[in-house]
């Protein structure tokens, strides 16, 4: 199931015992470009704060309420570690979560979510004690959606357009595509591309620099809405790109 980062923010959030709070935005993985953590502003529900919770714990959307079902606690919740969400979230502060919550770690298996195909197969795995080295180590590669989210994009010719969204599979919590606006370019038209054809972020000039041609980009097929991202049309998506990502 694919839903937008647009859509996704302000959803309110449902413990098993009643809401916690809204969805304010997301932490994923410039590395991998997979979602690591919702970021929920527990507003008057639970002390008014900023917390962290793992997509190892989201049960999935009930369509009813149009709300993110997650197998946690309100309690739980209101007891997680602190986190200053206007500062990087470090390795560190990823393990204390996870000891918390008791959590298997995504990192060190060769998978988006280590050694599981998918995050909620973490709930309820054994925990591996890391050593305080192997803590200090890693680099979590942690960024924010609100942060992305309008940087412009870089062909490998020339400018094109900028990050109007990102459209995310609910199944493994993987950005599946960056929405790419180009109407200040080519008139309006909005196209999809694939993480795996960007080569780089540079966040200090707040470019994402693709391995794509303007024309490519161009004269991609257009993104109507995500009604239209079918298999056929991404298939057909790669096969105007000239290449199967590695």
């Known amino acids: 199931m ?16 009643g809401k916690i709070g809204f969805l304010e935005q ?38 009813t309420s149009n709300s993110l079902l997650v ?16 500062k990087p979230v470090s390795r560190q502060k990823e393990m204390e979560h996870n000891e918390y919550y008791r959590f298997a770690a995504y990192w060190g298996g060769p998978g988006l979510w280590g050694h599981a195909a998918i995050p909620s197969a973490l709930f309820s795995a054994p925990v591996a004690k890391e050593k305080p080295a ?7 590669h942690l960024r924010s959606s609100r942060e992305v989210i309008g940087y412009r994009v870089q062909a490998t010719d020339g400018r094109i357009g900028h990050i109007e969204d990102l459209v995310i599979d609910l199944a493994d919590w993987s950005i599946s595509f960056l929405e790419v606006d ?3 370019w080519i008139g309006g038209k909005k196209v999809l591309v694939e993480p795996l054809w960007a080569e780089r972020v540079n966040w200090q000039e707040r470019k994402v620099h693709v391995k794509l041609t303007l024309e490519a980009i161009k004269s991609a097929p257009p993104f109507e ?6 298999t056929e049309y991404r298939l057909r998506l790669r096969a105007h790109y000239g290449f199967r990502p590695e």
Do not use: C
Not at 225 to 230: E, I, P, R
């Open 225 to 230: 809405s995500l009604a239209s991202v079918t």
């Open 182 to 184: 180009t109407r200040n």
């Open 2 to 17: 694919y839903m937008s980062m647009k859509e996704l923010r302000y959803m309110p959030i449902q413990a098993k015992d």
């Open 71 to 86: 197998r946690l606690s309100r309690q739980q919740v209101s007891r997680s570690p602190d986190i200053d969400t206007e």
């Open 134 to 140: 192997e803590k200090e180590s890693r680099d979590s």
């Open 26 to 63: 997301v932490y994923f993985d410039d590395a991998n470009w997979v979602i690591r953590y919702l970021v929920v502003d527990t507003d008057q529900h639970l002390e008014d704060r900023r917390v962290l919770i793992s997509p190892i714990a989201v049960d999935g959307v009930d369509a």
